[in-house]
């Protein structure tokens, strides 16, 4: 009998048929998911953790330090030790394992192979004269529990791609100027856009205002025949109010251009200035 198939009916219950469904499970492509990391408490008390603890460095190294094993087991099917268990009589080392998917039946012919070297390594690593039996474990889970975990799975990782995906949309968005802070900035620089352009329409408004102000007191002080009040000078003649016309539009050169006709001039006709109504 060899160490690594002895004691298989000590500890069945913790894994049952677990070395019957190995070849199903594995032409099924069933989903593997153990948390071997989360202890248990049939690990024991502190000594029995840390001779566990023991057992599985040395175990480790025992894959990687022979060629042969290293080359059969971890290179060509990948396999790596989950965890190392310990039994409560110190008799039996439980080596939980996995490796790629579809290589566990190889895995585990291959195991039963190497379980001499791999306990002759133990011994010497060790340096103990009773090394215990190491019983490889197919660390796995029942077909009903891995296809609940890989459901389980899929819709964590769908929701992950759909907020990344929303919030990939959303920095676009903002890039763009889609964004809240993009959307009130425009806002701001239309309101100040209209303010800008109705405060240019009051000005020109009034500017047009002053001059036809202008213009009707210099045509009502012509045909009065007196001079403005505010110069002091002699009335304005028919031919030098079309001067201060012209000087007045000059001011304004880009100013909407109207002709006031002359009192007892041309009624709506072209002056002799040139320019008309």
């Given at each position: 009998?060899?160490?690594?198939?002895?004691?298989q009916g000590e500890g069945a219950e913790d894994a049952p048929g677990a070395t019957s469904s190995t070849a199903d499970i594995d032409e099924a492509g069933a989903y593997y998911r153990v948390?071997?990391?989360?202890?248990?408490?049939?690990?024991?008390?502190?000594?029995?953790?840390?001779?566990?603890?023991?057992?599985?460095?040395?175990?480790?190294?025992?894959?990687?330090?022979?060629?042969?094993?290293?080359?059969?087991?971890?290179?060509?099917l990948g396999l790596v030790v989950h965890r190392v268990r310990l039994s409560h009589d110190r008799r039996t080392v439980h080596v939980l394992w996995d490796a790629y998917p579809g290589a566990?039946?190889?895995?585990?012919?291959?195991?039963?192979?190497?379980?001499?070297?791999?306990?002759?390594?133990?011994?010497?690593?060790?340096?103990?004269?009773?090394?215990?039996?190491?019983?490889?474990?197919?660390?796995?889970?029942?077909?009903?529990?891995?296809?609940?975990?890989?459901?389980?799975?899929?819709?964590?990782?769908?929701?992950?791609?759909?907020?990344?995906?929303?919030?990939?949309?959303?920095?676009?968005?903002?890039?763009?100027?889609?964004?809240?802070?993009?959307?009130?900035?425009?806002?701001?620089?239309?309101?100040?856009?209209?303010?800008?352009?109705?405060?240019?329409?009051?000005?020109?408004?009034?500017?047009?205002?002053?001059?036809?102000?202008?213009?009707?007191?210099?045509?009502?002080?012509?045909?009065?025949?007196?001079?403005?009040?505010?110069?002091?000078?002699?009335?304005?003649?028919?031919?030098?109010?079309?001067?201060?016309?012209?000087?007045?539009?000059?001011?304004?050169?880009?100013?909407?251009?109207?002709?006031?006709?002359?009192?007892?001039?041309?009624?709506?006709?072209?002056?002799?200035?040139?320019?008309?109504?």
């Open positions: 009998m060899l160490p690594g198939q002895a004691k948390p071997y990391h989360v202890p248990s408490r049939d690990d024991g008390n502190i000594g029995h953790r840390r001779a566990s603890g023991r057992f599985e460095l040395a175990i480790e190294g025992a894959l990687l330090a022979d060629a042969v094993v290293r080359e059969q087991l971890v290179e060509r566990a039946a190889a895995a585990e012919a291959a195991l039963q192979r190497c379980a001499f070297r791999l306990r002759r390594h133990v011994a010497k690593v060790l340096r103990t004269r009773n090394t215990p039996y190491l019983e490889f474990r197919h660390d796995h889970l029942p077909p009903h529990q891995a296809s609940v975990a890989a459901a389980i799975e899929r819709v964590e990782r769908e929701a992950l791609q759909e907020a990344s995906g929303s919030g990939e949309s959303g920095a676009g968005a903002a890039g763009a100027g889609w964004g809240p802070a993009k959307v009130g900035g425009q806002q701001q620089q239309q309101q100040q856009q209209q303010q800008q352009q109705q405060q240019q329409q009051e000005e020109q408004q009034w500017e047009e205002e002053h001059w036809r102000d202008h213009v009707t007191e210099a045509r009502l002080s012509a045909a009065a025949g007196a001079a403005p009040a505010a110069e002091g000078s002699a009335a304005l003649a028919p031919d030098t109010l079309d001067e201060a016309i012209r000087e007045l539009e000059a001011r304004l050169p880009s100013r909407r251009r109207q002709h006031v006709p002359r009192q007892g001039g041309e009624q709506g006709g072209n002056s002799d200035n040139g320019w008309g109504g």
